[in-house]
């Protein structure tokens, strides 16, 4: 499909959920709903590309459990993915986004342990924070646009099961 305005191709939209990563050749816009899970976007400053990952847990030590639904195991290999599309650490920037807490589901805050993963993996390869929109009580629509770096986040009380790709229900 193309733009008719600008004459470029128009983006492709993606929808992620937990344990996903995904990093876009092509311009797209990758979306997800965060609670206590985070997401992470990279974006290359020269290339003009980007990748969005999304999980639910923070750590799992266990090389043989190790998925992409835990932080560590996840902000990892976006950076990896990243880097073996042609991006160089230097030219990346991250914005961190989720990690809410709601204490009247559950008493420990996993949605910081999520963020303050994220933020470790990312120091540790010196990819610079550009932004972050973490913490508090409200869940997050997020939807991240890989043509131009923007991101949109939406707060809501509650995530319902409309929120959710493929959109059912009132939305």
């Avoid at 990279?42 to 639910?56: Q, S």
């Avoid at 993996?121 to 991240?144: N, Q, T, W, Y």
Wanted: aromatic residues 8%.
């Amino acid at each position: 499909m193309v733009d008719k305005r600008s004459n470029a191709i128009a983006p492709t939209d993606y929808f992620i959920e937990p344990g996903y990563i995904l990093v876009a050749a092509k311009p797209a816009v990758i979306s997800g709903v965060l609670g206590s899970s985070v997401s992470v976007c990279l974006y290359d400053r020269k290339r003009k590309v980007g990748g969005m990952n999304h999980f639910r847990y923070p750590f799992i030590g266990d090389r043989h459990r190790a998925t992409a639904i835990y932080g560590n195991v996840s902000t990892l290999a976006l950076i990896r993915m990243m880097i073996a599309d042609g991006s160089k650490p230097k030219h990346l920037e991250a914005q961190i986004l989720g990690g809410g807490h709601n204490p009247s589901v559950s008493a420990q805050n996993i949605g910081r342990e999520n963020a303050m993963m994220a933020r470790r993996i990312l120091m540790r390869h010196r990819i610079s924070v550009a932004s972050e929109d973490v913490g508090g009580k409200k869940g997050r629509k997020v939807v991240f646009n890989t043509r131009q770096n923007e991101i949109a986040v939406m707060k809501v009380d509650a995530l319902r099961s409309g929120d959710w790709y493929p959109y059912e229900e009132n939305r």
